[in-house]
């Protein structure tokens, strides 16, 4: 049984289909549909049902998948068992966010990518949050303050953030004093998260409200500076406005929890070799005193 195939029926079961799983794979859909056809002739069973409106797993294509993606991963660790100390190979898929990725992701990646000749890195910016099992990610790396999931998450650095505002939204609609006052106040916000802040050593959460909102922190600053409301964003895309009085801190008595910086990846007994040495490298670039203000 040929490991390709394998490899290719998991990306068609991930991906949903022959054709995003070509886009995934970067090889044609006539390769991949031949791959899967030579499996289920080798297995005597259909994996794929396949009908005008779509393909759909078939129920032994469910059970088989999970079995096959095992013996993936297991052959994986095996490779990378036998290869010379320090080497990588195959492809490295990453998810990173487009506030920051590019401006303190990019020199790390393209690092790995020099010591490591022989490995392909794919990295996808953008502040959506992937399903990495379903999209075909090895990893992403997420800010802030982590959800609930069945993820593996690795801490790598922390992010330091501020509560900010215009001086002329604040000459218009005043200062808050507390977190309860911001329940007066446009908030800048990236969907309806809560914001954290320090009281001493105690943690309140509030859920502002406001009505601009926006997925990237970057768009987030713009409408800070143009006095649109208050907005809750890492120290390093608001330093240059801070300094420059574009922008000023609000509420310093109640400090914000220093947040992360983490990888995350898709559960599995083994961690990738690939996603170790880039979380080694992101601890070594953010953790060791030079930490990003994002």
């Not at 396949?50 to 294509?61: D, I, K, N, Q, V």
């Not at 290869?83 to 998810?95: F, K, S, T, V, Y």
């Not at 490298?281 to 990003?292: N, T, Y």
Request: hydrophobic content about 45%; aromatic content about 6%; overall charge negative.
């Amino acid at each position: 049984m040929d490991i390709e195939d394998l490899r290719t029926f998991v990306e068609i079961a991930d991906a949903g289909g022959v054709t995003a799983a070509a886009l995934r794979l970067g090889v044609s859909k006539s390769m991949v549909s031949r791959r899967l056809v030579r499996l289920e002739e080798e297995l005597g069973v259909q994996l794929l049902a396949r009908s005008t409106r779509g393909a759909a797993l078939t129920e032994a294509g469910s059970t088989f998948r999970d079995y096959a993606a095992r013996v993936c991963a297991e052959i994986d660790v095996a490779k990378e068992t036998i290869l010379p100390a320090g080497e990588l190979r195959g492809r490295l898929r990453i998810a990173a966010p487009l506030s920051f990725g590019p401006t303190h992701l990019a020199n790390v990646l393209a690092e790995m990518a020099r010591r490591h000749p022989f490995l392909q890195i794919q990295t996808c910016y953008s502040d959506q949050v992937v399903d990495l099992i379903t999209e075909g990610y090895d990893c992403a790396i997420r800010l802030g303050y982590l959800q609930d999931s069945n993820l593996i998450a690795r801490r790598v650095g922390p992010i330091y953030g501020k509560l900010v505002a215009s001086p002329d939204y604040v000459n218009r609609h005043g200062f808050p004093e507390t977190p309860e006052d911001l329940a007066s106040h446009q908030a800048l916000m990236q969907g309806t998260e809560a914001w954290q802040f320090l009281d001493g050593e105690k943690i309140i959460a509030v859920n502002p409200r406001g009505r601009f909102k926006a997925d990237n922190a970057v768009a987030l600053t713009a409408a800070a500076v143009a006095g649109i409301g208050i907005a809750y964003l890492p120290e390093g895309l608001i330093k240059e406005h801070v300094a420059s009085g574009a922008l000023v801190p609000v509420m310093p008595n109640y400090p914000l929890p220093t947040a992360g910086i983490y990888v995350v990846r898709p559960p599995a007994q083994y961690p990738a070799k690939k996603v170790r040495v880039l979380t080694e490298m992101l601890i070594e670039c953010f953790d060791d005193g030079g930490a990003p203000d994002a």
